[in-house]
């Protein structure tokens, strides 16, 4: 039998971190309902501006339906923030204050001064900030970074139908951003010099762009990204010395091609990259909570996500500046992750 002097150690494992979903439009519901699945998290309630869909979605998952942003970061300790981007800054600080950890949809803020903040409340206060930059999770993603080296060239197309919610949000910052960020990530290296061009089709906002980025190593990315296609396409290929990758995000796979140079011909060799099978969304949330728990920096942190943040910003420079060169009118917005 334990004598007095017996305590229990508090199991960190199987520690329920209550969390809220703040924003549950069509992207924050899925957050909402995800994160009642996650082991670790306590789905504690939602907010929204609308009353009516925080209630619809708190009656659905068996949750609160806050009344403010205030009553909901006093009930957890951690938030999934999944609102327009101009209000990304405010939100943060106030949970921050409230001692708060947050995962903050993509991109971080509405502008590069604005995420460097949130970086430094959130290293001061020593809360966890990560940035929801989802195809990092992608198991095809995953799969092709465990066995990349020195990439050098990158061809990469995201192209989409046309959806209303997308009129208030250029597509290099509800599209482009993503790939922008995984760029980043396998080149690993500063760049140099950006040259884009974008137009308005359906919208007033830039609808299709391309840009063209080198990096001070030597890497070279394209980078198409559409919401005016007549197809869903999402490609990322990228090439290092005798090797070729290609990633399709749809079927979450990863193929890499080299050539055979055992056989008495050169053959092309195809391998089909093996990946564990996980909802890319998921896999985010369960990095957070992990993040939350054990207090370690996440894969996606702030700085990444003000990385990506700031090259998006340069290719809608160099996009405003062909504009006006060519005499197109073109409405920036403000900044918006593209949910509504």
Do not use: C
Not at 89 to 113: H, M
Not at 178 to 183: F, N, P, R
């Amino acid at each position: 039998m334990p004598g007095d002097d017996y305590f229990t150690v508090p199991d960190l494992m199987s520690e329920q971190i209550p969390i809220a979903v703040l924003g549950v439009g069509e992207h924050g519901g899925r957050h909402a309902r995800e994160l009642k699945q996650v082991a670790g998290a306590n789905l504690v309630g939602v907010y929204d501006l609308r009353p009516e869909r925080s209630r619809e979605i708190a009656a659905e998952l068996g949750v609160r339906a806050f009344a403010t942003v205030d009553e909901a970061l006093g009930a957890v300790r951690a938030v999934s923030v999944v609102i327009p981007t101009t209000h990304h800054a405010a939100v943060a600080r106030q949970a921050f204050e409230r001692g708060v950890d947050v995962l903050l949809e993509k991109p971080i803020a509405r502008t590069v001064e604005e995420a460097a903040e949130l970086i430094g409340l959130a290293e001061r206060g020593g809360r966890i900030l990560q940035i929801g930059h989802l195809e990092r999770f992608n198991p095809g993603v995953i799969a092709a970074k465990a066995v990349t080296s020195r990439p050098m060239f990158f061809e990469v197309h995201r192209l989409g139908v046309f959806s209303p919610r997308s009129l208030d949000v250029d597509v290099v910052f509800d599209l482009m951003i993503h790939d922008l960020d995984l760029v980043l990530w396998l080149v690993d290296s500063a760049w140099l010099s950006v040259r884009a061009v974008g137009l308005p089709v359906l919208s007033d906002k830039v609808d299709i762009a391309n840009a063209r980025i080198e990096f001070e190593n030597g890497a070279v990315a394209n980078l198409t990204a559409s919401r005016v296609s007549t197809e869903r396409v999402r490609k990322f290929r990228y090439f290092q010395p005798n090797e070729y990758f290609s990633i399709d995000f749809t079927r979450r796979d990863a193929t890499l091609l080299r050539v055979d140079r055992n056989a008495a011909t050169p053959q092309i060799a195809f391998r089909k990259l093996p990946t564990q099978p996980q909802e890319p969304l998921r896999a985010e949330l369960e990095a957070f909570v992990e993040s939350v728990r054990t207090r370690n920096r996440p894969l996606v942190s702030g700085r990444e996500g003000k990385n990506a943040l700031a090259l998006a910003e340069e290719v809608m420079s160099r996009i405003e500046h062909h504009a006006a060169l060519v005499n197109v009118p073109l409405g920036r917005s403000l900044g918006h992750s593209g949910e509504s």
